[in-house]
């Protein structure tokens, strides 16, 4: 008796067939009933070289990257490319490199490298099409296989890819990628405070020159900020102008006065993204109104 457990490559030709062996026991000595490939489970993937040839000078990943599909038996065939010779220019090189295949995990994780046979660009900047770059494949619950990106396998098989790379991959590959726990969380974005003057109306507030604008307190939102007054949201880097500025809308509602205002509010607000300096007042961005400051009510109900 013997236990097959590993992945086996059975190359034939031009092509290798990734089989499973999942871990089973049989009889060698069975020459009425011999054991062939059809009796053992496969991991229903095919590796399969190409034979025909790229002549593209400037190849890119879209011309020379694997191709996963079905064929007619519903075996998935991956395709890969092999061809020329790394540093020779005679003809493009494509080097495919199955850097891990692993039916047990059902994953297979293929290395490319290339580069182009002419370099281009300026007499200062020429240079050659070239690269390097991971594909992965899984197979799903069902059985079937699909191409997925690093980030949505776990850390338990990035770490194990990572490893194979260091261990058994060529010196020149690049490490695939980075572990969830080694990626830095989201730099929070620079924010200042600034005041705003805005209407008050049944409780809500709606911006000075447009009505139609309503600031909510805690919402932030976002208009880009354009120079020469041509986007964004205005308010004050200083509170003191705030106030001055609010006093004098008491007295005189600069912009809409046919709106009917029964208040005017003063804002603290929390401004990010772009911010164009007009001296007293400036316009951001980001604007998220933070608290109410001050409410000044109008006698006549607008000005």
């Known amino acids: 008796m013997r236990t097959i457990t590993r992945a086996e490559y059975i190359n034939e030709e031009e092509h290798m067939q990734l089989v499973d062996l999942r871990p089973m026991e049989f009889t060698e000595a069975q020459p009425d009933n011999p054991i062939t490939l059809l009796d053992i489970p496969v991991a229903r993937l095919q590796v399969v070289q190409m034979g025909d040839s790229i ?138 405070t600034s005041y705003k003057v805005v209407r008050l109306i049944e409780g809500r507030y709606y911006s000075l020159y447009d009505p139609t604008q309503e600031y909510v307190i805690g919402e932030r939102l976002k208009e880009p900020a354009k120079p020469n007054h041509g986007g964004g949201f205005f308010s004050f880097p200083k509170q003191a102008t705030a106030e001055f500025y609010l006093a004098s809308c008491v007295a005189a509602i600069p912009f809409h006065w046919e709106i009917v205002t029964p208040a005017l509010a003063l804002l603290e607000c929390e401004v990010g993204g772009r911010i164009i300096s007009y001296g007293h007042k400036m316009a951001s961005t980001y604007l998220r109104p933070i608290k109410v400051l001050e409410v000044r009510r109008l006698d006549s109900g607008n000005s």
């Open 55 to 192: 002549e593209d000078l400037w190849p890119d990943r879209g011309t020379v990257e694997p191709t996963l599909a079905y064929n007619a038996d519903g075996l998935c065939v991956l395709s890969i490319r092999r061809q020329g010779e790394y540093g020779k220019f005679e003809m493009l090189y494509i080097g495919s490199e199955i850097i891990l295949a692993d039916p047990a995990l059902g994953l297979c994780v293929v290395l490319v490298a290339y580069h182009g046979t002419e370099c281009h660009g300026s007499k200062r900047n020429r240079h050659v099409s070239k690269g390097q770059f991971y594909r992965y494949y899984q197979q799903g619950v069902c059985g079937d296989w699909e191409q997925v990106v690093w980030q949505n396998l776990t850390d338990e098989l990035r770490s194990l890819i990572i490893e194979t790379v260091e261990e058994k991959g060529p010196a020149w590959a690049k490490k695939p990628g980075k572990l969830s726990s080694e990626r830095n969380p989201p730099t929070k974005p620079i924010t200042m």
